[in-house]
Every structure is written in structure tokens, then in C-alpha cells.
């Protein structure tokens, strides 16, 4: 088992839908929670980090933790085709010496 | 945001020979950076970890020969790719950890080797 998994889509949603991004861990000691967003041929780029149980917003982004069932997810609503990327979650562990990403989920949005 | 910058952008040279890529954490000090190596349609993969003033700790089946890395300061550090080959050719990216636990990633450096 990985210790973060993605699924590696391509997810497909049209313009003005809610994308939902998901990913799972596997270190039930894990505390905190990245959503990365990387371009076609950029480097990764944060979009918000989390750290408690629930929801946090930040504009058309929601993240949601639930360490119970070791899930967190990346909600973007209104949807735009600028959000065309791959959405990398990542996990902290060994005091953040290390980050472990998932692959990624391609999400592609239709005009 | 915390700003990540790296040096050069982009660079071609000669099998056979070293090229030193840079990264700075321009308004932050980070007592750790990360270097990654991403091949096309491929994931990100973690080389090596750095921390300021130690050496590096290089993930399994990384040259640490091959690939040398330096952080001698708290906003920089350099990994030099020695002896470069054609299968070196890659998308290098740093990364610099912040007092808030966070990871800010630079802009990449694309390396061919021809």
C-alpha cells in the first residue's frame, strides 16, 4: 500500500461543475495535509493546506479532512478551465523531513 | 507566499560534463530543502533531502556521487549534477521548507543533456 494514493483520473467535469479531488493515507498518525496544483511543464504550486477534522475554505476551494477514515479531499467549485491541472496531495512525516506525494490527479475542465 | 527561486531555468550541455543548479528561499529561512526529479507525464520523485550545515540524505537508488548536493546556508542550496548523461535529462525541482511546516517549490530547472 502507498502511503498516499491518488486517483490518477483524467477527471473531466464541465465549466461552472464542482470538481472533487480525493486521496487517501496511510499513516493514521499523519496531522497535516497539502493540495498542491502543477501545469503542464511547471512545478507544483499550494493551494492550501489542513490540519483539523472538517472543512476549510479559501475562495472556490474547500478541503476536507477526515482522519478517522485516513481521507482528505479538494472540492473546487465553479470550475474553471484554468483549473485544468494535476492536483498533488501530499503528507508530512519524520517531523517534515520528508513529504510523501501522490501521484496526482489530472483534472481536465470543458468550456 | 514564500517565494523559491532557482538558477538557471533551463540548460543544455555536453554529456560529460557537470552542471550546478541553485535554489534560494528568497524571504524565508529554510533549514530544509528538497530535491526532486520529474520525467514527462510522470511523478514528482524526491532525491534527496537537505538540511543546513549536514549532509544530504539521498533516497534509495540515488547516486549521491552522481548527484552532489550542498546547503551551506539557511537560503541556499546547490546540487550539482557530475558527469551528466543523456538519461540525466530531466525536469529538477527544489523545494524549501518553511518555519510553518510547509513546502514552497521553485520554478524547476530543465536539464538536456546531448
Keep these: 500500500q502507498k502511503e498516499v494514493e491518488q486517483n490518477s483520473g483524467p477527471l473531466s467535469v464541465p465549466e461552472g461543475a464542482i470538481a472533487s479531488l480525493n486521496c487517501t493515507y496511510s499513516d493514521r498518525g499523519s496531522q497535516s495535509f497539502f493540495w498542491y496544483r502543477q501545469y503542464s511543464g511547471k512545478s507544483p504550486e499550494l493551494i492550501m493546506s489542513i490540519y483539523s477534522n472538517g472543512d476549510k475554505e479559501d475562495g472556490r476551494f474547500t478541503a476536507q479532512l477526515n482522519k478517522a477514515s485516513q481521507y482528505v479531499s479538494l472540492l473546487i467549485r465553479d470550475s474553471q478551465p484554468s483549473d485544468s491541472a494535476t492536483y498533488l496531495c501530499a503528507v508530512p512525516i519524520y517531523n517534515f523531513n520528508k513529504f510523501y506525494f501522490g501521484s496526482g490527479t489530472k483534472l481536465n475542465v470543458k468550456p | ?114
Aim: charged share 15%.
Design chain 2, 1 to 114: 507566499g514564500a517565494v523559491v527561486s532557482q538558477h538557471p531555468s533551463w540548460v543544455i550541455c555536453k554529456s560529460g560534463t557537470s552542471v550546478k543548479i541553485e535554489c534560494r528561499s528568497l524571504d524565508f529561512q529554510a533549514t530544509t530543502m528538497f530535491w526532486y526529479r520529474q520525467f514527462p507525464k510522470q511523478s514528482l520523485m524526491l532525491m534527496a533531502t537537505s538540511n543546513e550545515g549536514s549532509k544530504a540524505t539521498y533516497e534509495q537508488g540515488v547516486e549521491k556521487d552522481k548527484f552532489l548536493i550542498n546547503h551551506a546556508s539557511l537560503t541556499l542550496s546547490t546540487l550539482t549534477v557530475t558527469s551528466a548523461h543523456p538519461e540525466d535529462s530531466s525536469f529538477y525541482i527544489c523545494s524549501a521548507r518553511s518555519a510553518q511546516e510547509t513546502q514552497y517549490f521553485g520554478p524547476g530547472t530543465r536539464l538536456l543533456v546531448l
